[in-house]
């Protein structure tokens, strides 16, 4: 067998700050409050709860431990166990290509966002004028393209560095300023006059909301928020190691994760309802509505310039984490160059990432039936590629790599798991049927959208 050194983190919080910065990102801040927005409110948080204690969390434990058994990346670990399940890695990469397909664009967006926080452009709580920008920015093809594509470059350059010095370092101190500049935009929030209707919107759940459509989305954003289902916990897990303690690990990201979405969430909603913006608005949510948060601070523009810096450190760290993914495939398996690989898949993704930025122009007709390549994209990934990763990693670990050995795995560091029984048991039946339920009925949809 072929013997290479692998990197380390050089130590256990530079591992839980990387896969941390990996999790949270746009998903967080962005997709999250819009999709509370669109999918009814607190019923929609309940649910994604539930997922994530359920599910996420289990799969969480699940993705890691693999890697760290292997000590491969995620194509190789499937590999390595069964040659037969290779495939999934297969799958992790076209499903990084079309993730960060669509993620650079509202990547771009961000940093469109922030040179317009630095103009001072944003500077007003007038809800039609800030819908307007955001309006111009969908209709414009020049200044979508071209702030993806920056976007795509600064992604590369990045992932070209190598794997420690990249993403360690920077996670490092943005990590933490962005959790606390959110707080501090949430207490603006839910201090304005008439945000109570928001924190209800967020807290009490209106269980006669949950339909098929609000749970499999809910479902989907918990893989999407994660990065669970595409092998960047494998992965990242892989560079653990032995002596480390998996468990806390397991548990310490989705929670991080979890924090910033709802912190995100309490941010965002209550300041909807306050100042009179739209919860169902969708992606533009954020872009619309935190501005006009900032204008009502004391130094807004300050905040608003941080605000949006920050977002951007968080969206490469995980962009970052998904050409990763992409690269490490044919650097590992097809010993292709580091370098030039990242180079043209990095080139191919922002090439697939066209049609789905142009597709938001009004009347640009890039369209698969009755979706945009934007909303297409989105759904393919999160609630098709995604959510078929987690189940067959459910299937894989619970009953190829079998959650004895798992725990044997797991144990292994020392640490006793007081609850591997239940560990198992959800692993083993709760995760696999749950997700296939779901999954069964986005294949249908999907399909149903793009014949439409
Ligand atoms: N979790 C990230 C977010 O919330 C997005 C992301 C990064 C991701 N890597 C991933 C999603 C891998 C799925 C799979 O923004």
Redesign the pocket.
């Known amino acids: 067998m072929k013997q290479i050194v692998r990197d380390k983190w050089s130590s256990k919080a530079g591992f839980v700050l990387a896969a941390a910065g990996?999790?949270?990102?746009?998903?967080?801040i962005w997709?999250f409050p819009y999709s509370v927005g669109v999918n009814g409110g607190g019923a929609y948080v309940a649910l994604y709860l539930l997922f994530l204690v359920i599910i996420g969390m289990p799969l969480m434990l699940a993705a890691i431990t693999l890697g760290r058994k292997t000590q491969l990346s995620v194509f190789g670990a499937y590999k390595s166990i069964d040659k037969r399940w290779s495939f999934v890695g297969a799958l992790a990469v076209i499903?990084?290509f079309v993730?960060l397909a669509f993620?650079s664009a509202v990547g771009g967006w961000v940093l469109y966002y922030f040179k317009n926080a630095v103009t001072g452009r944003l500077n007003t709580t007038d809800p039609t004028v800030l819908a307007g920008i955001f309006t111009d920015m969908m209709n414009s093809p020049k200044i979508l393209i071209f702030y993806q594509l920056i976007f795509m470059l600064m992604t590369i350059m990045i992932v070209i560095k190598g794997i420690k010095k990249g993403i360690e370092s920077s996670s490092k101190i943005m990590m933490p300023a962005l959790f606390i500049l959110l707080i501090i935009i949430a207490i603006r929030s839910v201090t304005l006059k008439g945000s109570m209707e928001g924190i209800k919107f967020l807290l009490v759940p209106d269980f006669s909301k949950i339909t098929m459509d609000v749970a499999k989305n809910a479902m989907g954003q918990v893989?999407?928020?994660?990065?669970?289902?595409?092998g960047?916990m494998i992965t990242y897990g892989s560079y653990l190691g032995k002596e480390e303690n998996l468990l806390s690990t397991a548990v310490s990201i989705p929670i991080l994760d979890t924090l910033a979405a709802l912190i995100a969430g309490f941010a965002t909603i209550p300041a909807v309802f306050a100042l009179g913006f739209e919860a169902g608005e969708g992606p533009g949510l954020m872009f619309i509505t935190l501005p006009a948060v900032f204008a009502s601070m004391p130094m807004g523009q300050l905040f608003c310039i941080a605000f949006f810096l920050l977002v951007i450190f968080a969206?490469l760290t995980?962009?970052m984490?998904?050409l990763e993914?992409c690269v490490s495939y044919f650097v590992d398996e097809r010993n292709k160059d580091r370098k030039k690989a990242t180079l043209t898949i990095g080139a191919l993704i922002f090439l697939l990432g066209i049609p789905a930025s142009l597709s938001l122009v009004e009347g640009s007709g890039f369209r698969l039936g009755s979706l945009t390549f934007f909303d297409a994209y989105d759904k393919l990934?999160a609630n098709i590629l995604?959510t078929t990763g987690a189940f067959l990693l459910s299937i894989f670990v619970a009953w190829v790599v079998t959650t004895k050995e798992a725990v044997k795995e797991i144990e292994s560091s020392g640490v006793e798991f007081k609850l591997a029984n239940v560990w198992s048991f959800l692993l083993k039946y709760i995760v696999p049927v749950g997700v296939f339920i779901i999954l069964v009925n986005s294949y249908k949809d999907f399909i149903v959208s793009i014949l439409q």
């Open positions: 990996s999790a949270v990102g746009l998903g967080n997709k499903c990084g993730i993620y893989f999407f928020s994660l990065s669970i289902g595409m960047v969206a995980s962009s984490s998904m993914i990934s995604l």
